[in-house]
């Protein structure tokens, strides 16, 4: 019997530290258009590159500043250390208000994960900051 439930403790404690979360680093950036101008209501998204989290995708909306934050789980905490790919898509503004924004001011671009030439370290660290990413 102790040694049933210790080979179910071992068990439990195996799948509990082999099926967790991974731990999110704060991932900060700006985007910008060609002009320089802010690229404000952009989603860029974090691929991870390798297989480690293959289902897994890392977002950020920018602010009227271009400034975007990365999200897991709470809003602002990051992503997992790693290499990533970056997606963007800048949704064209509403025609009237009310409505959502739609389409791709980019055309599909940098929209898709295997094309970006955007990569990004995600290093277990304080702070990331992403370098400007500048839309042609």
């Avoid at 809003?75 to 064209?92: E, I, L, R, S």
Wanted: net charge positive; hydrophobic share 35%.
């Amino acid at each position: 019997m102790f040694r049933a439930l210790v080979a179910s403790a071992a068990l439990l404690f195996v799948v509990g530290c082999g099926g967790g979360k991974p731990t999110p680093y704060p991932v900060t950036g700006i985007v910008t258009a060609a002009d320089g101008k802010p690229a404000a209501g952009a989603l860029v998204q974090f691929h991870p590159a390798g297989s480690e989290y293959p289902d897994l995708r890392f977002t950020g909306m920018t602010d009227d500043a271009g400034r975007f934050s990365l999200t897991t789980d709470r809003t602002g905490d990051g992503a997992p250390a790693g290499t990533y790919t970056v997606t963007v898509v800048w949704p064209n503004p509403p025609k009237r208000p009310m409505e959502p924004p739609s389409g791709d001011r980019l055309n599909g671009r940098y929209a898709n994960k295997d094309t970006s030439k955007i990569s990004f370290i995600v290093r277990k660290a304080a702070t990331n900051e992403v370098p400007p990413i500048t839309l042609q």
